[in-house]
């Protein structure tokens, strides 16, 4: 059995959460695309675990965890991340596995990210979380790339290095007028990088045939979110992976005949962070009030997030794009409290609605939310522990959400502890 979980909004949709949860009960958990960008999140008894890189399911012991091919990797921050685990107990000898061919961000991908973010006009800012990502993808490519595998060959890698600096020197000190990077001293830093990682990097894609071979099962994560999606997001609004269920096969040499379950994550409610057209954008004061009863600060920048309704052009964008076979609901115990809540059913454009959600940024930017109110409920749910004790209304909230994507809700949550989590498909792993 090999599920998919993924984000069906624009990330930090509580993955971490789920994904946790759900790594108690599978063998391998791999992240297949992203870096050091996503920010999960997960709660143990009293202590708070924000995970950037390494699959959240390294926190159950024994678990297998593998960083794919589309990956995108920060080696220094990868042992900055590797140090915090093994400071907290959590073994990695033997359970983290890293591809050879995932790509490397090198110190000018993040250089470069910055300064094109510092350099945009405000209209053209991604808003981006300035960890080298679209730079390291672009290198990727354009074939001038640095893979896992280069930081164990100090001749492919100095090739590699000189003839990405040749262009990235001249762009960064013409172009931006920054300072430069020298060759040698790359090299340098990034060998030392691949002599202490080497023990973990290896091919990932043979591992997990052997696992599904076994019969194992295999969980991968997606970070950030559908909406961000290179292919399928708001672009150019997006990262520059592919967060969605095709992205967990390309990124982790995984057949998709091989996948048998997509779970979709959505809130409530939505967020996104950065910049970009948000449809369902609640107004200032609304914003402020969600932002504070959900938490709402990125886990990987700290930036607050903007907060909107429920977006069903969305959700069923999503699932047009990954096909879910159910969802799994967050934060539901945020709307606890309020009178009424609007869920979005179609957008608005020159008069038009629309229910297919637009590919032209220009068309979403004039796009209104056409909404549906619905009785909101007063009661906290935060130790409800099954679907029949939810309040009348958050019952019909769920259910509506059903109802309009077409997708069963198999889980939600209401609140941050593993215990918190409600599953109402027995049969999810079956
Ligand atoms: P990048 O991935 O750093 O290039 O940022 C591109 C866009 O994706 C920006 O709007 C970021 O805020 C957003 N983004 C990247 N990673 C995450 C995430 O894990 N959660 C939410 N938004 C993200």
């Not at 359970?95 to 405000?122: C, F, G, Q, T, W």
């Not at 914003?287 to 009863?293: A, H, K, P, S, V």
Request: aromatic content about 8%; some cysteine; proline content about 3%.
């Amino acid at each position: 059995m090999n599920l998919v979980v993924l984000g069906a909004q624009w990330g930090d949709e509580g993955k971490g959460k789920i994904i946790d949860f759900m790594s108690s009960v599978a063998d391998v958990v791999v992240r297949y695309q992203g870096g050091n960008n996503a920010g999960h999140t997960v709660v143990l008894g009293d202590k708070k675990y924000v995970l950037h890189l390494i699959p959240s399911g390294i926190l159950h012991e024994g678990r297998s965890c593998v960083i794919g091919n589309g990956v995108v990797i920060d080696p220094g921050y990868l042992l900055e991340e590797m140090a915090y685990l093994a400071k907290n107990g959590i073994g990695l000898d033997g359970n983290l596995h890293i591809s050879e061919n995932a790509h490397v961000i090198m110190p000018y991908h993040k250089l470069l990210d910055r300064l094109a973010e510092e350099k945009s006009s405000k209209k053209g800012k991604i808003g981006t979380t300035s960890r080298g990502i679209g730079p390291c993808y672009t290198d990727k490519a354009a074939r001038l790339g640095v893979k896992m595998a280069d930081l164990l060959d100090k001749a492919t890698l100095t090739e590699k290095v000189k003839a990405s600096l040749e262009v990235k020197n001249y762009l960064i000190t013409k172009y931006y007028g920054a300072k430069g990077f020298e060759a040698g001293q790359v090299v340098k830093e990034y060998l030392a990088y691949g002599a202490k990682l080497k023990k973990y990097i290896g091919n990932t894609y043979v591992l997990l045939q052997r696992a599904a071979a076994k019969n194992k099962k295999i969980l991968f994560e997606g970070a950030q979110g559908t909406m961000l999606d290179v292919d399928f997001g708001t672009y150019p609004y997006v990262t520059s992976s592919n967060p969605t269920a095709g992205g967990a096969c390309t990124g982790a040499g995984f057949s998709p005949s091989l996948i048998d379950k997509v779970i979709g994550v959505t809130k409530a409610y939505t967020t996104r962070v950065g910049e970009g057209p948000f449809t369902t954008e609640m107004p200032v004061e609304l914003n402020e009030d969600f932002r504070g009863r959900g938490n709402e600060f990125g886990a990987t920048t700290g930036r607050p997030r903007r907060c909107g309704w429920l977006d069903m052009v969305v959700l069923k964008h999503a699932h047009a794009v990954n096909g879910f076979h159910s969802l799994a609901v967050t934060k539901l115990d945020v709307l606890s409290g309020l009178n009424e809540l609007m869920v979005c059913e179609a957008y608005r454009y020159r008069g038009k609605k629309l229910y297919d959600f637009p590919a032209n940024i220009g068309v979403l930017r004039e796009c209104t939310p056409v909404y549906r109110a619905v009785k909101g409920w007063k009661e906290n749910i935060c130790d409800v522990k099954t679907y029949v004790k939810l309040p009348g209304n958050t019952k019909r909230y769920i259910d509506m959400i059903t109802g309009m994507s077409g997708v069963p809700v198999s889980m939600f949550s209401v609140g941050p502890d593993r215990d918190q989590t409600v599953i109402t498909d027995k049969g999810l792993w079956k």
